[in-house]
């Protein structure tokens, strides 16, 4: 059964079971109604525990059901039946006590934690405010400054942090079940959350300006104010009000656009890396070599170590060896400072630096970030050829070139496969597994398994020029030059970008990452023969007048102490550029700019999943989202023309 109830002395133990992760199902919260009735009834009973089998507590609300008609009972009355029990309801919370997993414990009397155990109200990342009075009872639990973080923020907190607050009573040293029991043997009184007065604002202009930030740093995504206003309502109106205007809201947002996007981005997140050769069985990956110590390569290291991975890294000479280390040793201090790292020495233990390749003899896996240039790369596999175990397998962090040739000249190019991380690597989210023709199924499920154990959200990409992303991307950018040559500015082409949704315009973008990384890319199609006639060079112009970003202060943008304004130099060569194409100036309507940018990246998108490069338009949308900054409340870019 979904929720069983058992007795131990006087105590009833109700267990939710509902793999995997417990979700708040029409099941589970019928079997909560009847075990309230059972307890109720039942006069050998004098408390109850509320608990849950498997490895988390309530997770949340069934997301499936949200598609389809509500169906009773409503997760806000079974949490007004165990409130209003006559038998104190005590619950015991491992693992994760998320969304409607966090109010049904709170509509507890009592709650008692494993320490590991993580709470949080985070419905507004599915386009969502809390719909069973968390915006009411969490307040009253832990203040209203910290609520807002929760619920407008959508940021879980740990046991510590709960119990410091006062959301939780204690937290468990030992079994937890057996630690909720004795609590309630030792008897514990009714304590309604609902019952408590209102805290308010103990810092009244605190909380407005955090309030204010996410107005601000929303950018068009209507959970997070609608989540503040119904905060605010539970901070003031009395709570029959409170409770009815956040079910209202609740029930209004789970049928808007925008609820529907983060769903489907939701569902595509956990559908990602479905390929059958996944169910192969893995190659064992503990030690991990990184041949580049750059940018990137230092932060593919940092990761690696930070996930519990052993890490050697090699580079062409002494000089660049130590710099690639203090890279290293940087990225990781600043995790510790910000809390994500634990132990930063015993950390750093596990990595080490040489010049000779010999280095790598026992390594699981290498990846390499050296200079995007084909034969740099072959150079590099064959040098690796040579000293790795012939198990070990051999990545490439390309962004564009072609794997399989990267492959070619191994003894066994089934080894060999694309590891395609985005910058920062220890921070961004995405992860785009290449696969070449030859690859062996077993590669193919190490990589799946890996980009988990380095806490990615990884998606299988066949082998074209700039796999998925880059090149829709590639599209995205030209068509951004070709609004310039119509009349557009920069600054206006990215100001429609921000208030469309994106952190930043496709101009700051490239600035932050380099004009270098483009144009060494565009010059090798030239070479190529892929470029056609009639490209547009602003950009390539840029690059050769050292206008690389902010590295060189110059760019897109010209920057000074880091800030970027306007550039003279930039609007004179696209004048020039639009006289030399016979393009007379313009008044642009910056109204056009995100219609004509979106049908360049949903054209592009399209070919991508007709040559099957992407496997679906759900992993085409999962990265765009995590890998380019896609609004992830506008569900991606072929979602939002469905």
Request: negative net charge; aromatic residues 4%; proline residues 4%.
């Amino acid at each position: 059964m979904t929720v069983t109830v058992q007795t131990l002395g006087r105590v009833a133990i109700v267990t939710i079971d509902n793999p995997p992760v417990n979700a708040a199902s029409q099941a589970v919260r019928a079997g909560l109604v009847d075990a309230v009735a059972q307890t109720e009834a039942d006069a050998t009973i004098d408390a109850v525990v509320l608990t849950c089998a498997g490895r988390t507590f309530v997770a949340g609300a069934d997301v499936r059901e949200f598609d389809l008609p509500p169906v009773a009972p409503h997760l806000p009355d079974v949490i007004a039946a165990i409130e209003a029990a006559s038998k104190p309801w005590i619950a015991a919370l491992h693992g994760s006590a998320l969304g409607g997993g966090l109010e049904l414990a709170m509509g507890c009397h009592h709650r008692i934690a494993e320490a590991s155990a993580r709470m949080g109200l985070p419905e507004v990342t599915l386009g969502l405010v809390p719909g069973a009075g968390g915006t009411v009872r969490l307040p009253r639990l832990v203040g209203a400054e910290l609520a807002l973080t929760m619920i407008a923020g959508g940021k879980p907190i740990s046991a510590q942090e709960a119990l410091d607050a006062g959301l939780i009573d204690a937290i468990a040293q030992g079994d937890l079940v057996q630690k909720a029991c004795d609590l309630a043997a030792a008897g514990v009184d009714l304590r309604p959350t609902l019952v408590k007065l209102v805290i308010g604002k103990s810092d009244a202009t605190r909380f407005d300006r955090i309030a204010s930030d996410m107005r601000r740093k929303a950018r068009g995504q209507v959970s997070v104010p609608a989540a503040i206003d119904a905060l605010e309502r539970g901070l003031t109106l009395p709570a029959t009000e409170a409770l009815a205007a956040e079910r209202a809201t609740f029930l209004s947002l789970k049928t808007s656009e925008q609820a529907r996007a983060l769903r489907h981005i939701f569902f595509a997140e956990r559908a990602a890396l479905s390929d059958p050769r996944t169910k192969a069985t893995p190659r064992p990956i503990a030690r991990i070599g990184v041949i580049g110590g750059g940018t990137m390569g230092a932060g593919i290291a940092s990761l690696c170590l930070m996930r519990g991975l052993t890490v050697t890294l090699i580079e062409r000479d002494a000089s660049s060896l130590d710099a690639g280390s203090a890279r290293v040793r940087s990225t990781l201090e600043s995790s510790a400072k910000r809390g994500l790292l634990v132990d930063l020495d015993a950390t750093f233990a596990r990595f080490d630096a040489a010049t000779d390749d010999s280095a790598l003899a026992d390594v699981d896996l290498v990846i390499e970030a050296v200079f995007e240039e084909m034969e740099v790369k072959k150079q590099v596999f064959r040098r690796l050829d040579a000293v790795t175990r012939p198990d070990a397998i051999l990545a490439t962090n390309t962004s564009y070139l072609d794997v399989t040739e990267i492959a070619a000249g191994l003894r066994d190019p089934s080894r060999a496969i694309g590891l395609h991380f985005f910058s920062p690597a220890h921070i961004m989210k995405l992860l785009e597994i290449v696969l070449p023709a030859s690859v062996a199924d077993d590669v193919v499920a190490t990589a799946a398994r890996l980009s988990k154990t380095l806490g990615k959200i990884g998606v299988f990409s066949g082998v074209c020029d700039g796999f998925i992303g880059n090149r829709i991307m590639s599209a995205y950018r030209t068509e951004a030059d070709r609004l310039l040559i119509d009349g557009a500015s920069p600054e206006q082409v990215d100001a429609a970008m921000r208030d469309y949704g994106f952190p930043m315009g496709v101009f700051e973008m490239q600035d932050l990452a380099g004009l270098d990384i483009a144009w060494a890319m565009r010059k090798r199609r030239l070479a190529q023969g892929l470029s056609g006639e009639g490209d547009i060079r602003i950009a390539d112009r840029l690059c050769e007048q050292g206008r690389f970003g902010r590295k060189t202060d110059a760019g897109w943008y010209d920057f000074t102490d880091g800030k970027a304004t306007p550039s003279d130099a930039v609007t004179a060569i696209i004048v020039e550029e639009r006289q030399a194409m016979g393009v007379a100036d313009a008044v642009f309507e910056t109204k056009d700019v995100m219609t004509r940018i979106l049908g360049a990246m949903v054209q592009e998108a399209e070919a991508v999943l007709a040559e099957g490069i992407a496997s679906s338009a759900a992993d085409i949308d999962v990265v765009m989202v995590n890998g380019y900054g896609f609004p992830r409340w506008k569900g991606g870019p072929l979602f939002t023309v469905r």
